[in-house]
């Protein structure tokens, strides 16, 4: 038994100390790295306890990216769940077509992103871009979408629920899929409409795949940067700015690599618990009270 | 016996001559360059060198601007010597950290460095001395005074020169002298149609030139394209503008600082007044204008839709590509000046009667050997294989390369007339503006301290949060200078000062 135990140790140990190694090291070097003043002209790692910390509670920038990631995250993830559970249920019963739609949908989900965001930069170039010569084809002014705080925000959110309508569809779309005829069948004897029966059955039978797929975009989400970073560069001001593209300015650009790994940590921690709590309220309000 | 050793000399000279003939043909051939001229870095120099089984690694920014030339020339160093050559390009972004980390962490990664020049203050602990034999260089001999400068830490060149940059004044020269526009201009704003001799009246030219169909192709003009993206090198575009107003040229010790007490000048009336006028210019900018970029500036402007645009070479190089629509329609002039400047001295604004210029050294691309390379001497070698006169006169003559005039020999209007087909008097503004700027008294350099990057990302946000609206001109840089108070503090007073009085000594001619 104990030869036994010891073979199931020894078999797992690779696996553990290479997950150790990828996991936790990084992580562990990357909270020792914030508690030293590494930068340009401070190399290595050197003590100077919770400098980095204090300074960054006093940082309004930081503080502000933050609430500003909030908004855009839930806003594209709450209009990637609305959009994707839209279509998802239109292809549902569509079982012809649903193969090429699943293929078309893909696409933007596959591309990278660095590469769509130049794309879209592109499309919304106030001056050459398609976007405002559509407009203007339409009748209508232009937009300044990218110098503009409001509509630059609303290109950010635009690039996103593009790029990631079709993963919260494929995944809804899946869970629909797999849903029992039977409640479907009593609500048709019963004589439900589609609306209840999509209030009363669908949505209540689809919580438990929703609050998934809210949750792991919502994750995906709080670290949106590649857009920022090719479309606004956090402008105009610093109005798009995201928690993360200010740690990577601050890190990479700035080289402040003790006061960036700081960041980092403080975003970790702040992500981890926000999260948890809104997969818990999630789970609670629309697992618990729809099922 | 006399008459056996002429012959016998003769014979030899013959050979000599004939080989070094041919050989001179066949680089040109081989290499496609015009062709080799003899010196320690010439083609044949370094063809005489055997480097074989030895490994050279470059690292460099992305194809084409300064990536393309080294690797072009790395594969012809190979062919030549026998060395193998590795070239890593990097992306701006990610450059000043992948040549960093290395060196912070102790690693012997590159060989020969192509980056910033303003990261010298940064990087000049882990730099190799250029080597008094490639000082005395013919090619380095040529090299311009801002260029040495630029190159120097110390008293000692720790940078190899091969580009020189400088931000200037580009204008379309058939509008400026078009009868019809001078009209047009002077029934709106009262004055003649010159050439802005201040940012005043860049602002004016622009706002008159800005929204309406000026060139006749359809589209709408505008009078100014200027680097307005946040974290796309807009730093530069607002210290050419701010440098007029805020570096007085009989005050010394400090255009960033005051060297003395290491105060901040960021947010002195000069700088604000610089920014209040970035700030109204951006009214009549293209629409998306606050969000260009070097690339879209340089589009803008060469590609015709801008009247006017002040940055680095690249926007005049595109505008005379063979292909432009505007090719020999624009001309070069030095950077607006301003007829009030401030005196940090007495606290005051001094009147000139001419405008004072205050022209911008802006930084380029340099070159540097690691101090921990182990092949310093195929290193430097490269680069002065790099930088030969062949490979120079062949690289300026590409706008992708990045490369520009920085040799005194650069600055012979004939060149850009016979190799490029300039037009004279267009070649003669270009020679005249980029040399003008090396005999001022008045220069401005970057601000080549430990943390650069801190500073000017700092700066680069608070200009845009006025130009956003977001605060207004003075509250952006109140807001820069308590960031800079900090980072000063960070790094250390005495290491920023100690750093800045080597900037400080240039802008003072010291």
Redesign the interface.
């Known amino acids: 038994m104990y030869g036994l135990t010891r073979y199931k140790l020894l078999f797992l140990l690779p696996g553990l100390l290479i997950l150790l190694g990828i996991i936790l090291f990084p992580l562990g070097f990357t909270i020792r790295v914030s508690f030293s003043?590494?930068?340009?002209?401070?190399?290595?790692l050197d003590w100077i306890g919770g400098t980095n910390y204090s300074r960054l509670f006093a940082d309004g920038?930081f503080w502000e990216s933050l609430s500003r990631l909030g908004a855009i995250a839930f806003t594209s993830v709450i209009l990637e769940y609305l959009l994707g559970f839209a279509l998802a249920l239109l292809v549902w019963r569509q079982v012809r077509f649903r193969r090429l739609t699943r293929v078309l949908f893909l696409i933007p989900m596959m591309t990278t992103p660095v590469v769509m965001a130049v794309i879209w930069r592109t499309i919304f170039?106030?001056?050459l871009?398609p976007a405002?010569d559509l407009l203007s084809l339409l009748g209508m002014g232009?937009i300044?979408?990218?110098?503009n705080?409001f509509w630059a925000t609303v290109v950010v959110i635009l690039v996103d629920v593009w790029q990631w309508t079709p993963f919260m569809f494929l995944l809804l779309l899946a869970g629909l899929l797999s849903l029992p005829r039977e409640p479907f069948l009593a609500a048709a004897i019963d004589g439900a409409g589609p609306i209840r029966t999509f209030f009363n059955v669908t949505f209540p039978a689809m919580a438990p795949i929703s609050v998934g797929a809210l949750i792991i975009r919502l994750i995906e989400a709080s670290k949106i940067m590649e857009t920022v970073y090719v479309i606004?560069?956090?402008?105009?001001?610093?109005?798009t700015e995201t928690s993360s593209y200010y740690i990577f300015?601050r890190g990479?650009?700035?080289?402040?690599i003790g006061y960036a790994a700081a960041l980092s940590v403080t975003y970790l921690v702040i992500m981890i618990v926000l999260l948890t709590i809104i997969a818990k309220s999630l789970s609670r309000y629309l697992v618990k009270n729809g099922a | 016996m006399k008459t056996r050793v002429l012959i016998s000399a003769v014979s030899m000279f013959a050979l000599i001559s004939s080989s070094t003939t041919f050989a001179s043909e066949d680089y040109a051939a081989r290499f496609g360059i015009e062709n080799d001229v003899p010196g320690m870095c010439s083609y044949a120099s370094i063809d005489a060198k055997d480097y074989s089984g030895q490994t050279l690694n470059i690292i460099t920014h992305a194809i084409p601007v300064m990536g393309e030339p080294t690797a072009l020339h790395a594969k012809q160093f190979e062919e030549l010597t026998g060395a193998t050559v590795n070239v890593v390009h990097v992306p701006f972004?990610?450059l000043?950290?992948r040549i960093?980390i290395p060196?912070?962490?102790g690693q012997n990664a590159y060989d020969v460095l192509f980056y910033g020049s303003l990261w010298i203050g940064?990087l000049n602990p882990y730099l190799a001395p250029v080597p008094e034999k490639y000082r005395n260089s013919p090619g380095m001999q040529d090299v311009t005074r801002n260029y040495i400068d630029v190159a120097t830490w110390d008293d000692q060149m720790i940078q190899y020169p091969v580009d020189g940059d400088r931000h200037y004044l580009k204008y379309r020269t058939d509008i400026f002298e078009n009868p019809d526009m001078q009209a047009r201009f002077k029934s709106e704003t009262g004055r003649d149609l010159t050439v802005p001799a201040t940012w005043e009246e860049y602002n004016e030219v622009a706002r008159v030139f800005s929204g309406w169909d000026w060139s006749g192709d359809g589209n709408?003009n505008y009078g100014s394209a200027e680097v307005a993206?946040?974290?796309?090198l807009m730093f530069s575009a607002f210290i050419s503008r701010a440098a007029a107003y805020a570096k007085h040229p009989n005050v010394k010790g400090g255009f960033f600082f005051d060297l003395e007490t290491m105060e901040p000048q960021i947010n002195n009336p000069g700088f604000v007044k610089g920014l209040e006028l970035f700030v109204e210019a951006s009214r009549d900018w293209?629409?998306?204008?606050?969000?260009f970029?070097l690339g879209d500036e340089i589009f803008a402007f060469g590609g015709g839709?801008a009247l006017m645009s002040y940055s680095w070479d690249d926007a005049f190089i595109q505008a005379q590509q063979e292909d432009s629509p505007i090719r020999n329609q624009v001309a070069a002039a030095p950077l607006p000046g301003a007829s009030e400047v401030w005196n940090r001295d007495t606290g005051q604004w001094d009147s000139f009667d001419e405008p004072s210029r205050a022209p911008y050294i802006t930084w380029g691309w340099t070159s540097a050997v690691s101090d921990r390379s182990e092949n310093k001497e195929m290193a430097f070698d490269y680069l002065c294989f790099f930088s030969n006169e062949a490979n120079t006169e062949s690289d300026l003559q590409i706008g992708r390369f990045g490369v520009n005039p920085y040799r005194e020999s650069h600055f012979d209007s004939a060149f850009w007339t016979d190799k490029l087909g300039w037009d004279a008097d267009l070649a003669t503004s270009y020679v005249e503006t980029l040399s003008g700027m090396d005999s001022s008294q008045n220069r401005v350099f970057d601000l080549r301290v430990?943390?650069v990057?801190?500073f000017m990302?700092s700066m680069a946000?608070g200009v845009?949060?006025a130009?956003?609206?977001?605060a207004t001109p003075q509250e952006a840089l109140d807001g820069v200078a308590a960031e800079w108070k900090q980072i000063v503090d960070?790094?250390?007073v005495d290491?920023v000062r100690e750093a800045y009085a080597r900037v400080v000594a240039l802008e003072d001619n010291q």
Do not use: C, V, Y
């Open positions: 003043g590494w930068d340009a002209a401070r190399p290595g920038r170039h106030e001056s871009g405002n232009s300044p979408w990218l110098t705080s606004t560069s956090g402008g105009p001001g610093t109005s300015i990479l650009r700035d080289f402040q | 972004g990610d000043f950290q960093m060196f912070q962490t940064d709408l993206k946040r974290d796309d293209a629409p998306g204008g606050a969000n970029g839709q430990p943390g990057s801190q990302s946000t845009a949060s130009i956003a609206g977001q960070r790094i250390g290491t």
